[in-house]
Protein backbone atom coordinates (compact mmCIF):
# COMPACT_ATOMS: atom_id res chain seq x y z
CA UNK A 1 0.00 0.00 0.00
CA UNK A 2 1.33 3.19 -0.85
CA UNK A 3 0.17 7.01 0.59
CA UNK A 4 -1.67 9.04 -2.02
CA UNK A 5 -2.77 12.40 -1.25
CA UNK A 6 -6.23 12.42 -0.59
CA UNK A 7 -8.72 15.82 -1.07
CA UNK A 8 -10.16 16.37 2.45
CA UNK A 9 -13.35 18.57 1.65
CA UNK A 10 -13.97 15.74 -0.37
CA UNK A 11 -13.17 12.62 1.21
CA UNK A 12 -15.54 14.42 4.39
CA UNK A 13 -17.90 15.41 1.91
CA UNK A 14 -18.37 11.85 0.56
CA UNK A 15 -18.02 9.76 4.26
CA UNK A 16 -20.86 11.90 5.29
CA UNK A 17 -22.95 11.36 2.51
CA UNK A 18 -22.09 7.41 2.65
CA UNK A 19 -22.93 7.36 6.01
CA UNK A 20 -26.01 9.89 6.21
CA UNK A 21 -27.20 6.72 3.06
CA UNK A 22 -26.42 4.02 4.90
CA UNK A 23 -27.81 4.92 8.45
CA UNK A 24 -31.09 5.92 5.88
CA UNK A 25 -30.66 2.97 3.62
CA UNK A 26 -30.86 0.93 7.25
CA UNK A 27 -34.01 2.28 8.72
CA UNK A 28 -35.97 1.82 5.47
CA UNK A 29 -34.58 -1.84 5.11
CA UNK A 30 -35.08 -2.77 8.43
CA UNK A 31 -38.44 -1.57 8.57
CA UNK A 32 -39.65 -3.04 5.69
CA UNK A 33 -38.31 -6.33 5.97
CA UNK A 34 -39.38 -6.66 9.74
CA UNK A 35 -42.73 -5.15 8.91
CA UNK A 36 -42.97 -7.90 5.94
CA UNK A 37 -41.55 -10.59 8.25
CA UNK A 38 -44.40 -10.02 10.69
CA UNK A 39 -47.31 -9.33 8.44
CA UNK A 40 -46.32 -12.61 6.45
CA UNK A 41 -45.35 -14.65 9.41
CA UNK A 42 -47.19 -14.66 12.60
CA UNK A 43 -50.35 -13.05 13.61
CA UNK A 44 -49.41 -9.88 14.59
CA UNK A 45 -50.38 -9.87 18.30
CA UNK A 46 -47.29 -9.95 21.22
CA UNK A 47 -43.52 -9.18 20.80
CA UNK A 48 -41.43 -9.44 17.18
CA UNK A 49 -37.85 -8.90 19.05
CA UNK A 50 -36.86 -12.00 16.28
CA UNK A 51 -38.70 -10.88 13.72
CA UNK A 52 -37.13 -7.02 14.13
CA UNK A 53 -33.67 -8.60 14.53
CA UNK A 54 -33.71 -10.69 11.15
CA UNK A 55 -34.61 -7.38 9.77
CA UNK A 56 -31.77 -5.05 11.07
CA UNK A 57 -29.38 -8.52 10.05
CA UNK A 58 -30.70 -8.80 6.66
CA UNK A 59 -30.35 -4.70 6.25
CA UNK A 60 -27.07 -5.10 7.19
CA UNK A 61 -26.19 -8.05 5.13
CA UNK A 62 -27.89 -5.64 1.93
CA UNK A 63 -26.02 -2.63 2.89
CA UNK A 64 -22.50 -4.58 3.26
CA UNK A 65 -23.00 -6.00 -0.48
CA UNK A 66 -24.00 -2.82 -1.85
CA UNK A 67 -20.99 -1.55 -0.18
CA UNK A 68 -18.67 -4.06 -1.63
CA UNK A 69 -20.18 -4.19 -4.78
CA UNK A 70 -19.34 -0.51 -5.35
CA UNK A 71 -16.33 -0.20 -3.56
CA UNK A 72 -14.22 0.77 -6.42
CA UNK A 73 -16.65 3.53 -7.42
CA UNK A 74 -14.97 6.85 -8.22
CA UNK A 75 -17.32 8.44 -5.21
CA UNK A 76 -15.49 5.54 -2.81
CA UNK A 77 -12.34 6.49 -3.84
CA UNK A 78 -11.05 8.40 -1.02
CA UNK A 79 -13.13 6.38 1.54
CA UNK A 80 -11.79 3.08 0.36
CA UNK A 81 -7.91 4.22 0.54
CA UNK A 82 -8.45 5.49 4.38
CA UNK A 83 -10.48 1.86 4.78
CA UNK A 84 -7.60 0.33 3.63
CA UNK A 85 -4.91 2.50 4.96
CA UNK A 86 -6.47 2.18 8.87
CA UNK A 87 -6.74 -2.08 8.33
CA UNK A 88 -2.68 -1.85 7.61
CA UNK A 89 -2.41 0.62 10.21
CA UNK A 90 -4.28 -1.55 12.45
CA UNK A 91 -2.04 -4.65 11.44
CA UNK A 92 1.00 -2.80 12.37
CA UNK A 93 -0.07 -2.09 15.56
CA UNK A 94 -1.37 -5.87 16.48
CA UNK A 95 2.46 -6.47 15.50
CA UNK A 96 4.05 -3.11 16.91
CA UNK A 97 6.23 -4.74 20.21
CA UNK A 98 7.75 -7.33 17.47
CA UNK A 99 8.69 -4.69 15.47
CA UNK A 100 9.81 -1.99 17.89
CA UNK A 101 11.53 -4.33 19.01
CA UNK A 102 13.42 -4.89 15.42
CA UNK A 103 13.76 -1.14 14.79
CA UNK A 104 15.47 -0.64 18.51
CA UNK A 105 18.14 -3.22 16.66
CA UNK A 106 18.08 -0.85 13.48
CA UNK A 107 16.47 -3.62 11.23
CA UNK A 108 15.57 -1.72 8.20
CA UNK A 109 12.60 -2.99 7.57
CA UNK A 110 11.45 -2.44 11.06
CA UNK A 111 12.51 1.16 10.97
CA UNK A 112 9.94 1.09 7.19
CA UNK A 113 6.74 -0.35 8.79
CA UNK A 114 7.73 2.48 11.60
CA UNK A 115 7.78 5.48 9.29
CA UNK A 116 4.68 4.28 6.73
CA UNK A 117 3.14 4.00 9.90
CA UNK A 118 3.65 7.45 11.66
CA UNK A 119 3.27 9.23 8.36
CA UNK A 120 0.36 7.13 7.68
CA UNK A 121 -1.11 7.74 11.04
CA UNK A 122 -0.63 11.31 10.20
CA UNK A 123 -2.76 11.15 7.44
CA UNK A 124 -5.30 9.74 9.32
CA UNK A 125 -5.25 12.09 11.97
CA UNK A 126 -5.12 14.96 9.46
CA UNK A 127 -8.48 13.44 7.62
CA UNK A 128 -10.46 12.61 10.36
CA UNK A 129 -9.74 15.87 12.01
CA UNK A 130 -8.02 14.17 14.58
CA UNK A 131 -5.08 16.18 15.97
CA UNK A 132 -4.97 15.51 19.65
CA UNK A 133 -1.70 13.59 19.30
CA UNK A 134 0.14 15.11 16.58
CA UNK A 135 2.79 16.86 18.50
CA UNK A 136 3.71 13.83 19.69
CA UNK A 137 3.42 11.90 16.42
CA UNK A 138 5.29 14.60 14.80
CA UNK A 139 8.10 14.16 17.85
CA UNK A 140 8.05 10.47 17.09
CA UNK A 141 8.45 10.89 13.64
CA UNK A 142 11.64 13.25 13.91
CA UNK A 143 13.32 10.96 16.18
CA UNK A 144 12.63 8.19 13.85
CA UNK A 145 13.99 10.06 10.79
CA UNK A 146 17.13 11.34 12.66
CA UNK A 147 18.14 7.49 13.65
CA UNK A 148 17.40 6.67 9.56
CA UNK A 149 19.82 9.53 8.73
CA UNK A 150 21.96 8.95 11.40
CA UNK A 151 22.48 5.37 10.09
CA UNK A 152 22.88 6.09 6.47
CA UNK A 153 19.85 4.30 5.76
CA UNK A 154 17.80 4.81 2.20
CA UNK A 155 14.41 4.51 3.55
CA UNK A 156 11.81 6.24 1.61
CA UNK A 157 7.88 5.41 2.97
CA UNK A 158 6.79 4.57 -0.67
CA UNK A 159 8.93 1.80 -0.38
CA UNK A 160 6.73 0.54 1.78
CA UNK A 161 4.66 -3.25 0.91
CA UNK A 162 2.36 -4.64 3.57
CA UNK A 163 4.36 -7.91 2.69
CA UNK A 164 7.10 -7.11 5.47
CA UNK A 165 4.89 -7.08 8.01
CA UNK A 166 5.24 -11.23 7.48
CA UNK A 167 8.44 -11.39 8.97
CA UNK A 168 7.18 -10.34 12.23
CA UNK A 169 3.94 -12.45 13.37
Given at each position: ??L??????????????????C???L?????G?????????T???????????A????????????????Q???Y??E???????????N??????????????????????????S??????????????????E???????????????N???Q??Q?????L????
Amino acid sequence: MQLKQINKARYRKHLNRVIIGCIILLTALSLGISTTAIYLFTDREGTHFWHNLAGVAAAVIIIVQILKKYQHHDYLTEIKYVWDLKQVLNLITRQNTKIQQAADNNERDALLITLFSYKGSMQVYQLDDNTITMSELNRKLSVLEEKIADLNLDIQVEQFDKTLLEQYK
